[in-house]
């Protein structure tokens, strides 16, 4: 046996044990995924990816206040303080005068039918369901790395990202005004009817029972509704319509009077609209279009190309699909240009004796 033959033996087990180490290796690395130590690593980088994106996305709009006109653009009639307060106060006294002595008795009277129906429906405009949809989703994409995706793919992301931040504001701030407003004022709700009247407040009464004014329900709904309308202008009149259906299931439960209903609507379509114009003065989202008010930055076409984008995307395969439609398109354009100076050349080629037309 020569030299060579022994090293190369001797050489093999060598090879085995590195190769067996890195199996040891690699198993030791997959069980420690599953103990707690592997866990809170995994964790620590959700957190640490987590802040790095919510650094991004503050300093992002910090930057925007530069877009801000600067002369003041003043607010047009019917979205200023005094306009909505002078129109709180005339349908509210309204409401309290006309309809809300007649409609509880007449409530009373409706077959059970009615109630049963309005009763499956109102609890739509419950806000924990949109607060939860919207705020995981927020906090979940903050957590993923934006870097591993496509540019196409990253501003889908950050325009679902800005409008579910929207709702999710309009609709929190808007019940936290009305909760606040509940408890202060204390309004007897319609159980109360025949003991108190329907026009009985007690001041700090920090009671359920004396929490009618304003009906958080339609403040909810009215928020909700006015961003979708927003955000879908198309769609504005369905909205309207099953928006009004939604705040009008609170009379019908005899859970508030109108005027209860008529404040809480006018409270989350104030809230709404003075956020988007916010928004809009600094193009986030939204911008101020001459003689159509406050319109989004995505259209129809952009919603449509977003949700393509995103539904084709899985966390698994998301970010090799995009790199490789990205390659691809690169190569077609690349493609694209070759010929488009193939046939610049050609056109700009001496035509020869060889080129010349042959005639009939």
């Not at 180490?21 to 690593?41: H, I, L, Q, V, Y």
């Not at 877009?67 to 009639?77: A, F, M, S």
């Not at 870097?147 to 950050?158: D, P």
């Not at 609507?265 to 003689?291: D, Q, S």
């Amino acid at each position: 046996m020569t030299q060579s033959e022994g090293n190369s033996q001797t050489s093999e087990p060598g090879e085995m044990s590195v190769s067996s180490k890195d199996g040891e290796a690699s198993g030791a690395d997959n069980r420690d995924m599953d103990t707690p130590r592997g866990f809170k690593a995994t964790w620590s980088a959700i957190k640490q990816q987590w802040r790095l994106n919510a650094l991004k996305v503050k300093e992002n709009y910090q930057h925007r206040n530069h877009r801000k006109p600067q002369i003041k653009d003043n607010l047009p009639p019917g979205h200023r303080p005094q306009d909505i307060l002078a129109a709180l106060i005339l349908t509210v006294g309204i409401a309290i005068i006309a309809l809300d002595i007649p409609t509880y008795p007449w409530i009373r009277q409706l077959p059970n039918e009615y109630k049963w129906f309005f009763g499956a429906i109102t609890d739509v405009g419950k806000s924990h369901w949109i607060l939860w949809s919207t705020g995981l989703f927020m906090l979940g994409i903050l957590t993923v790395d934006w870097s591993k995706f496509s540019f196409r793919l990253r501003m889908s992301l950050v325009i679902l990202w800005t409008y579910a931040g929207f709702i999710f504001f309009v609709v929190a701030s808007s019940g936290i005004i009305a909760l606040i407003f509940k408890w202060v004022l204390g309004r007897a709700r319609p159980r109360y009817y025949e003991e108190l009247g329907p026009v009985f407040f007690d001041l700090f009464k920090f009671h359920p029972h004396f929490t009618s004014f304003p009906s958080g329900h339609s403040t909810t709904v009215a928020a909700l509704c006015t961003a979708l309308c927003l955000l879908f202008p198309s769609w504005l009149w369905f909205i309207v319509v099953v928006g009004f259906w939604l705040v009008f299931s609170r009379i019908m439960v005899s859970a508030h009077y109108p005027s209860d209903v008529i404040a809480g609507t006018l409270l989350g379509i104030t809230v709404t609209l003075w956020t988007a114009r916010y928004l809009a003065v600094r193009r986030v989202g939204f911008k101020l279009a001459p003689g159509r008010g406050i319109i989004p930055l995505a259209n129809g076409v952009s919603g449509v190309i977003c949700l393509r984008r995103i539904l084709g995307w899985s966390p698994k395969t998301g970010a090799v699909s995009v790199d490789r439609s990205e390659a691809d398109e690169s190569k077609l354009d690349t493609e694209r240009i070759g010929v488009n100076q193939a046939d610049n050349s050609s056109a700009n080629k001496p035509q020869t004796s060889t080129d010349k037309p042959k005639t009939a």
